[in-house]
């Protein structure tokens, strides 16, 4: 279980009543669908992290820490509250074609106006329509070594359900 970071509870207490409850949400689903070895630290804004040990276990095996020198966590997930929206942070996401696909298909039965998909980020312009199951089937899409290397949607991914709630 991520653990939850004070400073991400202020952050979060400081935004008006609107915006707090979406991203309250947002930032539950987050840590409810992310895999164990992710931790939620706080940067500015919000942002979930997989330690440097993790990452050079993933990239070699066996234990060669040279993959990782000068890096103490990698960012792989991050949110925060815009003047005009809440924007989602999904790490390469501006190269997998796949996966914006995979978005723009699903946001377009749910979802007007449509979020932008700008660069890593999601903009969603109506925070309160925030689609937070389509974020948690988001995450549940990629394994750790698939977030701290080039991330590929996994074929063997459910895109509609999972044994795990979304808002749980």
């Not at 991400?8 to 947002?26: C, E, F, M, Q």
Request: charged share 20%; hydrophobic share 40%.
């Amino acid at each position: 279980m991520i653990t939850w970071n004070q400073d991400v509870d202020a952050y979060i207490a400081g935004l008006p009543p609107l915006r707090r409850a979406a991203v309250s949400h947002l930032r539950e689903v987050i840590i409810n669908n992310l895999p164990e070895p992710f931790q939620e630290s706080f940067d500015g804004m919000p942002v979930y992290v997989v330690d440097a040990n993790v990452i050079s276990t993933v990239h070699q095996p066996d234990g060669d820490e040279s993959v990782s020198a000068g890096t103490s966590s990698l960012p792989c997930l991050s949110f925060i509250n815009k003047e005009n929206c809440v924007s989602l942070y999904h790490v390469g996401l501006d190269r997998d074609v796949d996966l914006q696909r995979w978005i723009e298909e699903h946001c377009r039965a749910r979802l007007t106006p449509l979020p932008e998909i700008e660069n890593n980020w999601i903009h969603f312009r109506q925070p309160q329509n925030i689609p937070f199951e389509l974020v948690a089937n988001l995450i549940r899409l990629h394994s750790v070594p698939d977030w701290v290397g080039k991330p590929a949607l996994r074929a063997d991914s459910d895109s509609e359900g999972s044994d795990r709630s979304a808002t749980n």
